[in-house]
């Protein structure tokens, strides 16, 4: 291992510590960590967002190639800046409403596709579904609990009717459905959050101390 290679092997050994040590309690080694994170990551979108979006999208193709109609789309977006003087800090509105119009007009119909369409889409039962050929056995028991559960769970959210008989029933059961979602959901991110230390706590005894291969 070169010098070069040693020191920010350190340096990153030193800041992830100073991250741990908040398991004791808040402590400025902790802060300075974070502040660092924080300040580092914000110089590095600043300097992404200069180099790749504003200088090649905007500012190089109004002063160099003559698109003179991107003006409107800088202007649009220096409008964020009023946020930071009080007498028009209300113009900040107009990029913001912009910007959720777009993306809400972009991501609503793939949302749709993606999560509604295809729902429906697995939730019709057809022949095919009970096709051994095509589904086997565990397809065809499969298909019957996606069902289910998506006939209970949404009938849990039926509240036009008090949740007696048959539909206390389908709510109750789309109860255990939902609960069984969160719990794989949360399942999921804890087992996403105990790779991450593993990580770091695999680069700490094996690049840093050298105990671990």
Known sequence: MNISTAFWVWVSALLSLCIFSFLYKDNPFYKFAEHLFVGVSNGYLVTLTWHGVLWPA????????????????????????????????????????????????????????????????????????????????????WTIILFIGVVCTLSYFYFSREHKGVLGVTSRIGIIFIMVGFGAAFGYTVMARISLLIGRLQFLLGDWLGIIQ
């Open 58 to 141: 905007a500012l190089r193709p109004v002063l160099f190639e003559g698109r003179w109609w991107l003006i409107i789309a800088l202007i649009v977006g220096a409008l964020y800046l009023t946020r930071f003087i009080p007498r028009i800090s209300w113009m900040v509105r107009i990029p913001i409403a912009i910007s959720m119009g777009y993306s809400s007009g972009a991501a609503i119909p793939a949302v749709i596709q993606a999560d509604i369409v295809r729902q429906v889409q697995g939730t019709i039962l057809t022949p095919d579904n009970f096709s051994r050929w095509n589904a086997g056995s565990a397809g065809v028991i």
